[in-house]
Structure formats: structure tokens, C-alpha cells
């Protein structure tokens, strides 16, 4: 199993890249595939694996989401294509 990478070790393994480069996600394993990073978001992921917000902000009120959306479990961040 390949282990985990956390921001600060994401941060450690990007410091010495040019930073005008892309950011690309691949749609799997074998590379078959990528889509550019267009967003990232925080939240948490719970005990049974669904993520949820951290926390309900106006923004996202505005988009639709409600308290039901929030939840607690471990802090993380997703990033969309």
C-alpha cells in the first residue's frame, strides 16, 4: 500500500518547482489519462469514507449546501479536475 501524503509533505515535495507549472490529476493508476487541477476544497472525511464540510460558510449556503453536509472526521483537502 502506497502511503498517504499529507499537505506538509505535499509542500515539501513541490518547493523546488517552478510554480507557473500546470497541475495535473491522472483519471487513474496507469496514467491513461489527466485533467487539469480547476479547484481545491477543505474538508473532512468521515468514519464510514463519505466526506463532508468542515464547516457551513454564506458561499456555500449560496451554492446549496446545508448543515446537513457538515460533518466531523479527519481534516482533508480534495482536488477537482
Do not use: H
Not at 481545491?40 to 469514507?49: D, I, Q, W
Amino acid at each position: 500500500m502506497t502511503k498517504l501524503i499529507t499537505v506538509k509533505k505535499l509542500r515539501d515535495l513541490l518547493r523546488d518547482i517552478d510554480g507557473s507549472r500546470v497541475v495535473l490529476l491522472s483519471i487513474d493508476e496507469e496514467g491513461n489519462g489527466f485533467n487539469e487541477l480547476r479547484s481545491v476544497s477543505r474538508n473532512c472525511v468521515t468514519g464510514n469514507g463519505q466526506i463532508k464540510l468542515e464547516k457551513l460558510t454564506p458561499d456555500l449556503e449560496k451554492l446549496g449546501f446545508t448543515n446537513e453536509d457538515v460533518g466531523k472526521g479527519k481534516p482533508a483537502i480534495i482536488l477537482w479536475p
